[in-house]
C-alpha cells in the first residue's frame, strides 16, 4: 500500500532551521503534485506548502519567505526547509499526496494520502 514516511523533525530555538524529508513509496513523485501541512494542539490541520506539477509554489501566508518545498524525484522524495523557526510553528507536520479536490489546494480536505507526520517544537 502506499506509505509516505516523514522525518527530520525535531527541538529547536526560535531562529533556528529545520529539513524536513517525506519519503514516498508505490507510486512516483515525478509528475505528482505534492504539499506539507501541520497541526499545532487544539487546533486544525492547516496547510503549509504545496508544490503543482511542473513546479509551481504554493505557500500560507505565515510561512511564506521562511519555508522552501521542493522534490527530488529520483529520490522519491519531498521536502520542507524550514527557517527563522518561530514557537507559532510548533507542530505536527505532515506530507501528503494524490490531491482530489479542486476547491482550496491547502484544504487537507483535498488531499488523500497522509503520513504519519513528524513533530516541530521551537522553543
Known amino acids: 500500500h502506499v506509505q509516505l514516511v516523514e522525518s527530520g523533525g525535531g527541538s529547536v530555538q526560535a531562529g533556528g532551521s529545520l529539513k524536513l524529508s517525506c519519503v514516498v513509496s508505490v507510486y512516483t513523485t515525478s509528475g505528482r503534485s505534492m504539499a506539507w501541512f501541520r497541526q499545532a494542539p487544539g487546533k486544525e490541520r492547516e496547510g503549509v506548502a504545496v508544490i503543482t506539477v511542473p513546479d509551481t509554489k504554493t505557500y500560507a501566508d505565515s510561512v511564506k519567505g521562511r519555508f522552501t518545498i521542493s522534490k527530488d524525484n529520483p529520490k522519491n522524495t519531498l521536502y520542507l526547509e524550514m527557517n527563522g523557526l518561530q514557537p507559532e510553528d510548533t507542530g505536527v507536520y505532515y506530507c501528503?499526496?494524490?490531491?482530489?479536490?479542486?476547491?482550496?489546494?491547502?484544504?487537507?480536505?483535498?488531499?488523500?494520502?497522509w503520513g504519519p507526520g513528524t513533530q516541530v517544537t521551537v522553543s
Open positions: 501528503a499526496a494524490v490531491r482530489v479536490g479542486r476547491m482550496d489546494i491547502l484544504s487537507p480536505d483535498e488531499w488523500r494520502d
